[in-house]
């Protein structure tokens, strides 16, 4: 009988879940990752618990909601005391690596204070979320503070990329007519491609990582994050994909003027950042977006070369296999760039799930958590699930066509924009940019603090375009959404996370059992 | 100007706020403590964050609400992330020691994980909640578990007690008329005196421990946590202190037929509780606290002794010195013994902390809560309270009369019931067992869940003997107090703990001086 002895977890980075062909997009065909879905169960309707990569990837990786690990936005440390997807699988058996970006901030503080070196063997794990890091890059390397150890800069030097940052200079840059360096930075050199040949950019590299990861460990069990730093900017793509698509290829805009007109607060001041207000020029979608789908389309590619090679290597066999997304990108839709807000485009997630004795090609409609993986993960190997600090629920079930009959009502997602330019706009203190987002699969309440919610209907405005949370009819329901909030707040997670529920269950009422004995007369 | 260079955090277990005269007590003589009270400050509304042992320490050493460290009841381990009072006190200069119980069930999972050594010297200090264990001990041996090590032990068969155990055969025991042991495990031999001689009872050994250290420490700065373990049960007092005390110097009980009648229901199963059915017994009372207030008699003695030998050390003059309770007794009130629920005989703390340069003779009626006390000493010594990982609030502008005019409007506390026979009885699961107290000076709200609120009104109703929960002309208010539950969680709780509120103010918007740019044209 077929078994999954690995785990291959496929990650790319700000990838709208409606940028495939497989979810539907009409000019952006991805063949190999439809061919994935194919072969394995095409969630559609997945949801990050945070649209932002700091937060999102920690809940994807310590399978627990941002509230609950704490790291709430980019670069905000990860609490040592935080279990991570390496600790569960590497008991199982299986060596678990990291190939490409986590975004994880060590808790320096932390280990300093337990007096864990971080360059020990333990150490070096936990600064890297749980995985060892085979191969480590989050992606983006100013100049001013590239790193001289930079691997994928070795690389590129051995290939003849000259300078300081080739990183920069080649892979994510473009060259202007008298040969000056035009720098991907900028949006406005979306429009060229990049300078590096294809063969040699990020994505190929960090595949031919994960393949020389997969090759090393042979017939010994593995779990490997395989995490694509793109399509994330800078948007700039190698030729020949850069030729392949073009303005004409472009979506039109999903936006609306009432919601600028009209905005949330909260909203306009993410609408007045520079990626709003740039995304919002006229031209500029058409310049950038043919860009970002380039990059996706060589995604694509090396999705089906890695596939080509493990079905050579016979891992099709054996390996449960995840392809998604850490959160999506605006692109200019809601007069947004970027991402962190709550709209289907930056939140929803693309989420295809394959391996041997799985359901083959299904598409799964139930609301679904990146929480949701590390406990997947763990069930599919034959481990026990520790729910008293996993917080989301595996998978397993809905991939082996056996769907419990009850499900979650309702997916959460969190923001805390402190950090950005939006809290000053707002004249905000650091602890006061806090926000929730709750979809029933139909309605998408927005709760901020200090903020009047949002609410959206999309069932009759799948588009996201009419904000009902100032209507009076609406009311209830938000009231309702509250109440919900409210609950997940203190019953959906996990607060007694360091003993399990069967030990409590034995633990009740236990006490003369061990000789203590009190209230008796 | 005198400068506070010592702590002395003195916690007595389950003592009652108002079983001190300096709090009112009729006939509870306790004059040393009087006169710390009058040579400080006597906080009047300080309230445990947990009415039971562990979660109560657990808040009290991290300065954080049970929400946030985890620890929800006794021996659920405190996650090896969370920081403790050591951790903000050591970098101060200070050797930080415990002399008595902290009742800290160690992380040892967490420890696993990180490859931390429970015996090495970070090891022993995270097991020890941030304490360096000069003397730990947690005050209950039952004689089929006690330890061959503990110390106390082996302190009483050098003064010639005989037994493997004579924690329990001789200071916790009385004897009978022809020689038998009675144990004090059983409320019934309360009734009797001690076997053991009060100067070797457990009290007055705690009080040693922590002079030895004192004088050991000399003029090197300290942090002394002198936890005893008394007047918690085994309810044993040994003469002369036991014969202080009848049946004519009991109070009233404080209970309503009502309050029987129409119980709530997880009163009604705490009711149910063997210490509940028998203290609510005709006599109980009569036998129990006789013995209680003895051991509290013992105790304002031996606070005395320890005055006494600071003042002579010249340490009144450079130490802060704090007396307080992890939370209180029923003793019968209200239908109930032991603790956990939300009465003021429970959660309520007697808190009195006095040292140079602070206000003589004050009482404090603002709300006060466990977890200020760490920011308090971090303040006292001139630290820099991390106020992103603490919740609690400093109160030495208090103690100084330099009270802020914006002050909390609200203390919370907390119970996980879920190791109870309640739960059983009300046939919940061991995560629906969660209940929560709100108290802003007159109203007290206690929610719990799946079941309806209590509401008490204190102004009118002092002994809180009317539950008005059910009462509809009171919904209103329960609305707003669960409106302001829902706050405290999202809000009054430190979510970012591993990055400080500056470090954010610093880093908002800041991408441009470390090289990325994103979102410009």
């Not at 890297?128 to 001289?148: A, K, M, N, T």
């Not at 043919?290 to 066999?317: F, T, V």
Request: charged share 25%; proline share 6%.
């Amino acid at each position: 009988m077929a078994e999954i002895r690995n785990i291959l977890f496929i990650m790319a980075d700000q990838l709208r879940w409606d940028y495939l062909s497989a979810y539907g997009h009409p000019g952006m065909p991805t063949p190999h990752l439809d061919r994935l879905a194919a072969n394995g169960v095409r969630f559609n309707r997945a949801y990050a618990q945070s649209a932002i990569c700091g937060p999102s990837r920690m809940s994807f990786y310590t399978g627990r909601y941002v509230t609950s690990h704490g790291s709430t936005w980019n670069q905000v440390p990860l609490n040592i005391g935080e279990w991570t997807l390496g600790d569960y699988l590497r008991p199982l058996g299986l060596r678990v690596a990291l190939a490409g970006k986590t975004h994880m901030p060590a808790d320096l503080e932390g280990m300093g204070r337990l007096g864990l070196d971080p360059e020990s063997a333990d150490g070096v794990l936990a600064s890297q979320c749980g995985f060892e890091p085979y191969i480590r890059d989050d992606g983006l390397h100013p100049s001013q503070s590239v790193s001289p150890d930079l691997a994928y800069n070795r690389y590129l030097a051995v290939q003849g990329y000259d300078g300081d940052n080739p990183w920069h200079d080649w892979a994510n840059s473009a060259e202007g007519e008298e040969g000056e360096i035009l720098s991907g930075w900028y949006l406005r050199n979306a429009q060229f491609p990049a300078r590096i040949r294809a063969e040699h950019s990020e994505t190929p590299w960090m595949t031919d990582q994960a393949l020389s990861f997969i090759r090393e460990q042979g017939e010994a069990p593995w779990c490997l994050h395989l995490s694509y730093i793109k399509p994330h900017w800078p948007y700039m793509a190698p030729e020949p994909y850069f030729s392949m698509f073009g303005a004409e290829d472009v979506c039109p805009v999903n936006r609306a003027e009432e919601e600028r007109s009209q905005a949330h607060p909260v909203m306009r001041a993410f609408m007045n950042h520079a990626e709003g207000r740039n995304f919002s020029k006229p031209g500029v979608r058409e310049k950038v977006i043919p860009a970002y789908m380039a990059l996706i389309k060589q995604l694509d590619d090396e999705i089906g070369r890695l596939m080509a090679e493990l079905e050579e290597m016979g891992r099709l066999d054996d390996t449960l296999i995840v392809f998604t997304a850490d959160h999506g990108d605006y692109l200019g839709d809601h007069w947004l760039g970027e991402k962190e807000l709550f709209h289907d485009c930056s939140v929803r997630l693309p989420l295809i799930i394959s391996g041997p004795g799985l359901a083959k090609g299904g598409v799964e409609d139930r609301l679904v958590e990146a929480i949701d993986l590390v406990p997947t993960f763990i069930d599919a190997l034959g481990g026990e699930v520790p729910s008293h600090r996993l917080e989301g629920r595996s998978l397993l079930p809905l991939l082996k066509g056996n769907a419990p009959r009850q499900w979650r009502d309702v997916v959460i997602s969190e923001l805390d924009y402190s950090h950005r330019g939006a809290r000053l706009e707002l004249g905000r203190g650091v602890n006061d940019c806090r926000g929730w987002m709750l979809f029933d699969g139909r309605w998408k309440y927005v709760a901020f603090q200090g903020f009047e919610p949002q609410l959206f209907d999309l069932e009759n405005d799948p588009d996201e375009l009419e904000d009902l949370g100032r209507q009076s009819d609406h009311q209830e329901r938000s009231r309702a959404f509250q109440a919900r909030l409210f609950t997940w707040l203190t019953e959906g997670r996990n607060i007694r996370a360091t003993l399990s529920d069967e030990a409590v269950e034995q633990r009740t009422d236990s006490w003369l059992k061990k000789g203590v004995v009190f209230g008796e007369w």
